[in-house]
Structure formats: C-alpha cells, structure tokens
C-alpha cells in the first residue's frame, strides 16, 4: 500500500462519514501482506513483517511479536512463522537480539547508531522489551512447550537481573523499545537517543560487550525500566513462571505520584518525566486493582495528562518536552508526544479488565477513525488523529485487536 487513496474513508476522503473505504481490519491486513518477506541465509529460513520496508526493513524483536499477534486473525501460520523467524537467529546461549539483519547489513548510514559488534554481523547485540513468550501465547500456542523461549528467559534472567530480585535492567534508551523518551533525558542526557552523544554510548558499550554488569560499574547507567519489566512479567506468566509484577511495584511504583517510575544506577535516580510508559503495567493481570484504579483515573482520563481526542499520547500534555505533532527538524525523536497503536492497545487492555468498557470503546473509535482515514502510520497526532512518521507501519495492525475484543 501506498500514501493516499485507496486508504481513505469517506466520501471527502478526509473523513469520518459513510463507510465508503476500506475498514481497519482490511487495512491492517493489506499492510501486513505487503510488508511480509521471505528469505534465507546461509541455508537459515527467515520470514518476517518488515516495519515499514522503505524506513525499517530488518526484522525488529518487538515489532515481529505485535505484528504475530495481528496475523493470528489474518493468517494465523503467519504469526508461527514471524515468530520463529526471530527464534532462528538465537545464539546457543538464549541471547536474542533487538534487530536481525536477514537480508542485507545495516546500512553504512546507520552503523553508528545501531549496536552491532560489527558491519555483517546478523544482529544487534542489545534487547528490546522481551514479549515473546506472551506474544506466542496471544498467537501461537503453549510457550512452554518450545524451549528456545524458556532459554532465552533464562539469559535475560541471568545477565540482566542485576540485583536479584527478578527484575531487568537495561543498558541504553534504545533497548526500551521506547527510544527518545524524555523520561531517559536525565539518565543519559547528552547520550540519549537522538542526542548528539548517542554514537558515543554505542561505541563505549560496543567496548563493554553491551555486558549489563560490566557497563554499571563502570559507572553505568542501567535503568530498571517500567515498559520492559511489564512486558518481561506478561511473558513469564506465559511460560508459567513466577511474576515478577510483584517486584515492579516494590520497586517502582511511586504512591505519592500514583504512577510507576524508573530506577537509574548507579545513583538511585528516578526519573520524573510522566510518559505513558509510567501506566503500561495495566496490561498486566496481576496489577493489583487500587493501583490500576489510579493509573486510569488520576493519569489516563486526566485532561491535562493523556485523556485526548484520540487516544493517549506518549508524553502526558502537561510535560514541556511534550511534542503531539512529532516534532520538527530533520533528527527524528521519536516517542515525546505521538499516539502510538501499540502504547495505547496495552493500555485499553487495562481499562477493560477494570471496567472502564465506555472509556475504552471511545479510545478504540478515536484510533479506527484515524486509522480508517490516514491508514496505518508509525505514530499520530493525538489530538487530530493526523498520520505522522513512517507509512504502511505493521504494528498499527493492532488496531484490529481493538475493534475485535476476542
Ligand atoms: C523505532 C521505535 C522502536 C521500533 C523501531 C522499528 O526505533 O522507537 O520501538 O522497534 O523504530 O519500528
């Protein structure tokens, strides 16, 4: 699919009238069969959803696993295959990594940005947020029953739960899935992604071996991230193991704030920036209820925060670093204000399991609307629903699963 017409809704095709264009469930369909490739390398099977083939054309960890769980309603074979896609690029340790370059290195453009240990190599060396196990379960089967999940729990387990009470720890903004968040402006400052200083922490942690103990002492930072160790808490209770949502909350949960914030070490830093990864442990089932309550009641339908006419934005509005229109100029700095498909999926999974079905419906509506009449973007304005950044974005194929509770 391309830009324009044959996305659009509406008989002015700009809006929200008459049904006349396709529905966002064939949207979302259209845009993940165009976006499907196939392969091999060196005699190894691939088969993936690009994220959007112009900009993102590897396979990305966490954007195979959304996309294998819109597949499951469009050609459910697919979502085995994206998944095991990214399985057969595990190393014998369990490590598997945030980008697989199946088939062509990382541009020459891109190499200081990206962690790679060298041009050809098949991935990076870091992580993104590890829902694999959850996503199997949403998409494919019993995560239990395949192994290469189980180890590659074990080695998130065993190199980065620095602090032994199950929770993960993170070595660069980037790894949160969550790139240029503000909330990581104070722990990497000048380092952060997007900032002038990002090649400089790829190439020390390049040095370090991306190795979570070795980097935090030698000064660090690592972070204990709220999105990450939702994600890693959803997926261990796919595989039958033990929650660590408990230990999230110990940890992170601020009471007086009523939101969930991140740790910095060394330093014992929280970070203070309200982002909507500070309300992403509602999609976990576990969330005790009075906790969930307030996430959605003081935070979610909280005008000034992230209540908008579409659905929540990645920055709370009443933040200064808040940009809903994406930002300007040509360095993109991506998650400080936009509406995110997948960010607010995990969210309205909250608010119906707590009951806020209206509340939910009219966030599903918001994100139809705008999906109908710009087609799948990487991200939109949430105030207007207006396509912003990448275009025929897979994951916005989660849409569907709003539109469609089963
Ligand atoms: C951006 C996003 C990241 C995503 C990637 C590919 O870097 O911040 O979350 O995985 O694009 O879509």
């Avoid at 060298?118 to 019993?142: C, F, K, M, Y």
Wanted: glycine letters at 12%.
């Amino acid at each position: 699919m391309s830009r324009g017409s044959p996305h659009r809704r509406g008989a002015d095709g700009g809006g929200y009238g008459p049904a006349s264009g396709p529905s966002a469930g064939e949207i979302a369909e259209s845009v993940l069969r165009g976006n499907w490739l196939e392969g091999r390398r060196d005699g190894v099977r691939f088969a993936y959803t690009r994220p959007s083939p112009g900009r993102y054309p590897w396979q990305w960890y966490w954007d195979s696993c959304f996309a294998a769980i819109a597949w499951r309603r469009f050609d459910p074979a697919r979502s085995r295959l994206e998944l095991e896609s990214l399985l057969a690029a595990q190393r014998p340790d369990g490590f598997l990594g945030h980008t697989i370059f199946w088939d062509r290195p990382v541009s020459l453009g891109r190499l200081p940005f990206y962690n790679v240990a060298s041009r050809g190599a098949l991935q990076t060396e870091t992580i993104q947020p590890p829902l694999l196990a959850w996503a199997w379960q949403i998409a494919v089967g019993d995560p239990a029953a395949e192994p290469r999940i189980g180890a590659q729990a074990r080695w998130l387990a065993g190199s980065r739960d620095l602090e032994g009470d199950g929770l993960l720890w993170i070595v660069q903004p980037d790894e949160s899935g969550l790139d240029a968040s503000p909330k990581f402006d104070p722990v990497w400052g000048w380092r952060a992604n997007a900032r002038i200083g990002f090649p400089w922490l790829v190439h020390t942690n390049r040095r370090l071996g991306w190795n979570a103990r070795r980097i935090r002492d030698r000064a660090g930072p690592v972070l204990c991230e709220t999105l990450v160790n939702t994600m890693w808490s959803l997926s261990l209770q796919a595989l039958g193991e033990a929650s660590v949502t408990g230990a999230l909350v110990e940890r992170l949960w601020d009471e007086r704030r009523g939101l969930f914030l991140d740790e910095a070490q060394p330093g014992g830093e929280r970070p203070g920036a309200i982002t909507w990864a500070a309300l992403a442990p509602l999609a976990l089932p576990d969330l005790p209820e009075e906790i969930g309550r307030r996430l959605v009641e003081e935070h979610l339908l909280n005008g000034r925060e992230f209540l908008t006419a579409v659905a929540p934005p990645s920055v709370a509005a009443c933040e200064s670093s808040y940009q809903p229109g994406g930002g300007r100029g040509p360095i993109r700095r991506y998650w400080r204000g936009p509406t995110w498909v997948n960010a607010a999926w995990l969210v309205w999974l909250g608010m119906r399991r707590l009951g806020y079905v209206e509340e939910a419906g009219r966030m599903a509506q918001g994100l139809t609307a705008a999906v109908e009449r710009e087609g799948l973007r990487e991200y939109y304005d949430p105030r207007t629903g207006s396509g912003l950044g990448a275009r025929d974005f897979a994951w916005s194929a989660l849409v569907a699963e709003l539109t469609d509770s089963k």
